[in-house]
């Protein structure tokens, strides 16, 4: 049995609760319960607030966790970083307020910077050999400049709309965070076990995420000229006879990003019938 700790409500439930799923860990949790066993693989989930699970982790109440990077950092306990999940993505980043002249992390020197991110902001500074005052404010972080609490801060950016609205600039990006995985640095054989196949199954989940599975037919003499347009990494498409000779079906995967880009082209060049379906998971 391995038990994993997750954010009970919050930015990272929806992701760590649906990448479960898909890895076919059923958990069916009834309201406000802290630890339940999964009813299909030797799992229990500790639910818990996000700032709580890297030492959960670390002293060993909980085998593993999954957290954003930036709390792993900011917290620097004594676990082991052992997946990439590329779920809740942002980043962390220094803003001042839009009318500086911002020259550059000197710029810092002496300066107040508002944060929740204390000692990855301390390491920061003192890697750029900066001496600035850090204030540590637990929410809305970004109007502090506004009402003279601070010069800059030092807060999690995603889409970055919020810097807008509160005109603020983002000027340094110190750390790119993601949801991960982390484990305790102790784990006897058979935790280890089945950390590999939780591990392999979410990442089987995570690479099937963004593609999607196309079938199309086309004349034969076309079909060079199609498995030109396929992208690089998609080479080994499959080929399969139709019973009019002159004719095959292609099958092959593609990316959301380029999808709509070549799906033209693909028509252009002769493809008919194009079929497209949803991946659930891709065993690599
Ligand atoms: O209750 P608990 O302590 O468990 O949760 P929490 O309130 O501390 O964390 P929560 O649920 O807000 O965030 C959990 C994790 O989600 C963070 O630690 C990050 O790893 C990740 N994440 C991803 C984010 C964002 N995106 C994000 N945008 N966390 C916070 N934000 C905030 C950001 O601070 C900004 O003020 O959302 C605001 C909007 O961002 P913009 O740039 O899109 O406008
Ligand atoms: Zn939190």
């Not at 076309?222 to 080479?235: A, E, H, T």
């Amino acid at each position: 049995m391995l038990r994993i700790a997750i954010q009970s409500k919050g930015r990272l439930y929806d992701d760590t609760t649906s990448l479960l799923k898909e890895a076919d860990v059923k958990v069916n949790r009834s309201e406000r319960a802290l630890l339940v066993r999964s009813s299909t693989f030797p799992i229990e989930v500790l639910y818990l607030r996000d700032d709580d699970i890297p030492e959960t982790v670390a002293s060993g109440v909980a085998d593993i966790g999954i957290v954003g990077l930036n709390e792993v950092m900011e917290r620097d306990e004594n676990v082991k970083v052992v997946q990439h999940l590329g779920l809740s993505k942002c980043r962390l980043s220094i803003a001042v307020p839009k009318a500086e002249h911002y020259t550059g992390p000197q710029w810092l020197q002496g300066k107040r910077i508002a944060t929740s991110y204390p000692h990855i902001l301390q390491k920061y500074l003192k890697e750029q050999d900066v001496k600035a005052q850090i204030h540590i404010i637990t929410g809305s972080v970004e109007i502090t400049p506004l009402i003279d609490l601070s010069d800059a801060i030092f807060d999690i950016v995603s889409s970055g709309s919020t810097l807008v609205s509160n005109n603020l600039a983002e000027v340094e990006t110190v750390l790119q965070s993601d949801a991960v995985v982390i484990a305790n640095k102790h784990l006897d054989a058979e935790k280890k076990t089945i950390l590999k196949e939780l591990i392999f199954r979410f990442q089987s989940a995570i690479d099937a995420q963004g593609k999607k599975y196309v079938m199309m037919n086309a004349p034969k003499d076309r079909v060079d000229r199609i498995l030109s347009i396929l992208p690089g990494s998609m080479k080994s498409p499959t080929i399969i006879p139709l019973a009019d000779d002159k004719w095959c079906s292609i099958h092959t995967v593609l990316d959301v990003h380029s999808f709509w880009e070549i799906i033209g082209q693909l028509k252009a060049a002769g493809a008919q019938g194009i079929l497209v379906t949803p991946i659930e998971k891709i065993i690599g």
